[in-house]
């Protein structure tokens, strides 16, 4: 097994942080983000100990001799990038600015649910955190589940 390779695993401990899977002699820890695209609580309540899961090694933690990995990664058809990609160009689409920060405003949509960036200049000057606006996606890449916006209007 080598990093980028994506492989069938069988689940052996579910914990509130993640879930624990057994590939031959190697064990692949994939934390809660790197589960699904839809948030997840409790990864108890979709993973079972048995379970056959399909995964991607992104890297490997020599200190706990264990493997990382992303089910995400395998399911790229399930990706609200790929359907904000999808989406006709000038689509425009509601956001809440989850904050402002050095360079970018974080916005976080909900229909698909995703987080983009507004680059510092693009953001009006009477934007701040927590409001509600409508923006239209200036570039996406899939494969880095990166999206960036353009606000066209503050909303609230």
Partial sequence: MKIGDAVCATVIRVEPYGVYLQHG?????????????QPM???AEKFSAGDRVRVKLLRYDSGEAIFIGSVRAVSIKESPYLQLATMEPGTRLTARIYGIFDGAAIVEL????????????RIPPTCKAGDLVEVIASSV???RSMAFFE????IS
């Fill in 151 to 154: 606000i066209v209007t503050k």
């Fill in 25 to 37: 002699e190697h064990e692949i820890l994939v934390l809660v983000p790197e589960l699904s695209w």
């Fill in 110 to 121: 909900t229909n698909p649910l995703l987080l983009g960036k507004v680059p510092v200049d």
């Fill in 41 to 43: 609580a409790n990864p």
């Fill in 141 to 143: 890449d899939v494969e």
